[in-house]
């Protein structure tokens, strides 16, 4: 059984005195230097000059480099995207670390694939919200907060799990539960999640949704409908009560040709297989030494991939349905 805290599980008292320095000003960054501040804790931002440091100033918050900031901070939050981290950590972080700091990862890919090995005379801890940087800081401004992991890599101190849980707290994620979990677990079952559901399965899926009913002949603004615009109400439903709710709230119609006919496009053995070819390719390292490399040959693949979709017709038609949306929402 996971072990899960809640906010009866964390002591806010152990950040007293205690600088956190987040490195970072993006989606997560911004939600979580914000919370942390929101509950009383003194908090710092790292950056290099440019919007995000124009922002965080704007925000209120001391803003310096990533230097001054890991030598300044007792807890350093390392939000930097995945792929500059390695180089940052280096020049910039690695040289300016002492005993008695405690380094914090919200996704722990450059650890776990060893791009980055911290020092043996700090804690390292893994704290992961499970939500877009938007979402988290907009359901901790309503008094709510969203699900979160939390795992320890190293434990000089003795106490890095206790700092864990406080940070936890102060990001409002104990409010709804944090799942204590492992580096490698907390990696591998995020791209794995991203790459055959969230992100890979599910654009896919919509994608060949729209071109079937757009080759059977229907328009493709029905289509886009269909297959696009009405997933967020699914998805609702979902969120708010697993599937049992959404098949209880669509049609029987739907229910019946959901469960009949669904298995039929994806439970099969072909898919299975590609599945489980990814779990493999996350898991053996062959996923990240890919993305690796696609990072230092200047991201070919991913530049000519992002092309593609701009030009896809669901895209097109996505784009003009939602500017004719958008002008009769602001004449309304």
Known sequence: ?????????????????????????????????????????????????????????????????????????????????????????????????????????????????????PPDFVDVILIAPKAPGKRFREEFKRGFGVPGLLAVHQDVSGKAKEIALALCKAMGLTRVGVIETTFKEEVETDLIGEQIVLCGGVSELIKMGFQILVEAGYQPEVAYFECLNELKLIVDLIYEG???KMWNDVSDTAEYGGLTRGPRILNNEQTWNAMWEVVEEVQSGEFAREWILENLAGRPVLNRLREIERNLLIEKVGKTLRSAWQKEEKEG
């Open 242 to 244: 697993g599937l049992e």
């Open 1 to 117: 059984m996971a072990k899960i805290y809640y906010d009866e599980d964390a002591d806010l008292s152990v950040l007293e005195g205690k600088t956190v320095a987040v490195l970072g000003y993006g989606s997560q960054g911004t939600a979580q230097a914000n919370n942390l501040r929101d509950s009383g804790v003194n908090v710092i931002v790292g950056l290099r000059k440019g919007k995000s440091w124009e922002r965080a100033e704007r925000d209120g918050f001391e803003v310096m480099s990533v230097a001054e900031a890991t030598k300044k901070g007792d807890i350093i939050l390392i939000l930097l995207p995945d792929e500059i981290q390695k180089e940052i950590f280096e020049k910039e972080i690695a040289p300016n670390l002492s005993p008695g700091k405690v380094l914090s990862w919200s996704h722990a890919f450059n650890v776990h694939y060893n791009c980055i090995i």
